[in-house]
């Protein structure tokens, strides 16, 4: 059964006035990989500052094991912190900075000494511990946070985008890296990314956070395939949105749904629906079908642009209405010739089941970009 | 490769940055390595032949009693500049961009005037009827007038009041360096305050105290006037042995070898400094 290792409640914090948390609520399970994703300013980094204890909430509070630790100093919490620059001690060795923390608990010298070698051979960094940190690459610099951070043995590890400095291939392979660790280690992470993709293949679970709220927490399919709003679904992955209009609730927990002037039948959502009512049907690029033009199912269009990826082809489509569709298909076996001129005439359709219904927002959510400076 | 008359302005730039250090930073500094190893001449000031007894001069208690004075007066005001410019530059790295600009500006605005001048203005400030006596006395603090000037405690309050800019500016570079990750990740890893201090904070601002002790500690030596309007007879800088040798005693050569002497504990704590920057990956200075 999975146990409430850390638990924050009520949470909210103002800076200059501007509400970075507002009365956020948060269960960590322990030994999960959980991750708070979001755009910059979403209050990611403030929410992971809480737990280690260099920022204190206005209000709120939390509780580690049963301990309240609202206003306990980081020094004394039995968390450690993984920085986005990784803030070794320059005047340090790798040694000296993976053991500092074992000389605070002013722990035997044997001791320090083998479990600092420890520390060190885990991350595969054995060779290194008369280095200083300017004589490492970053990501030997990042592996040396971690183990200094892992070395006290901590009940959970904070990490603060520590996978952004690094380049593509690097941070594919510390991903696993890091996912590895964790399972050998069993201890829960709690991970902060602006990056949908790190963060759906990494986690047990996603909290997806904008303006100091939480808009979705779910494991990474659910927040993919089924997000609970617009901001979700823009910001984890690409979307299609079209425009839906109900023109009939059945009996049978269907509903018949006027999609491009095509009447398709879904399941009922989750939220109430009645006759008439506009919605938004989202569409993954990979839940799109590009059809011959002849074909009586879907919606005119023509490709205006196609992206050879390798594994997939992906494709715009412009609907006869102005609306821009992408599409994302992978490669057929049975027909080595399967591509796509410019202006080429196509019809557009999708897999049906695969749709995910969301009601119209109230008000029109500004465009949002999710980069991180 | 082109020729250097293909670069006209870049060989002007280069002939002129050389010729101005040939002609007046190593002709000047060879001529006083020259005078040192001269033998005093009371008529053209130096003569052959070769000698090194201004150096063996150097060496009597004399002069070796006044040097180790001068040194632990500047190494006292070394300590109070540090002690007071320490915490301040500190405090200034931390206060907001628009308090910074202020302060920094505060710190500067003495070096408009005159230094001779700014000396002067402490002498009657520390003056027996002086402003600080008259108000303590007014005060009632105290009795009757202390004597402050004419006092080694007067030199060093005048060496700190001018060398104090030059330990907090080199500091506050280095605290503006200070990331504060660096200190959340000591706190993270279980230390306190006062480890933290010693153990990281001191460390990574060694090289802005050991530029400022050089900034301060050398200047301290040879700030002859502050002796001479503040100090009395007794209390001498190397400064002061430097200039009475080459303007009252006529003694060049022992002037120069005094002189050299401090050139050579300035190029020992820059060594030194240049050591303590490498420690933190930093390049030399």
Redesign the interface.
Known sequence: MKQTLLSLSNLTKQFDGKKVLDSLDLEIFDGEFITLLGPSGCGKTTLLRMMAGFEHPDEGSITLGGQDLTHTPPEHRPLNTVFQNYALFPHMSVFDNVAYGLKMEKRPKEEIQQRVEEALAMVQLEDFARRKPHQLSGGQQQRVAIARAVVKRPKMLLLDEPLSALDFKLRRTMQVELKRLQRELGITFVFVTHDQEEALSMSDRVVVLKGGHIQQLGTPREVYERPANLFTARFVGETNFFPGRVDAANGDDTITVDVFGLKRTFRKPDFPVKEGQGLHVLLRPEDIRVLAPEDEDGVAGKIVERNYKGSTLDSVIHLEDGTEVLASEFFDEDDPTFDYRLGEPVKVSWVDGWEWLLPTEPEALPEEEGTDA | MRSLTQQPFRTAVLVLVWGWLLFLVLTPNLLVVGASVMTRDPGSFISLPLTLDAYRQLLNPLYLEVFLHSLYMAAMTTLVCLLIGYPFAWALSKVGKRNQVLLIFLLIVPFWTNSLVRTYALKLILATNGLLNNALMSLGVIDEPMQLLYTEGAVIIGLVYLLLPFMILPLYSVFEDL?E??L?????????RL?TFI??IV??TLPGVLAGIMLVLLPAMGLFFVPDILGGSRNLLVGNVIKNQFLDARNWPFGAAASIMLTLAMAFLMFAHRLSKR???EDGV
């Open positions: 990331q990750d660096y959340r990740a000591s706190h993270d890893l279980g230390a306190g480890s153990h990281v460390p990574l420690r933190i990956g």
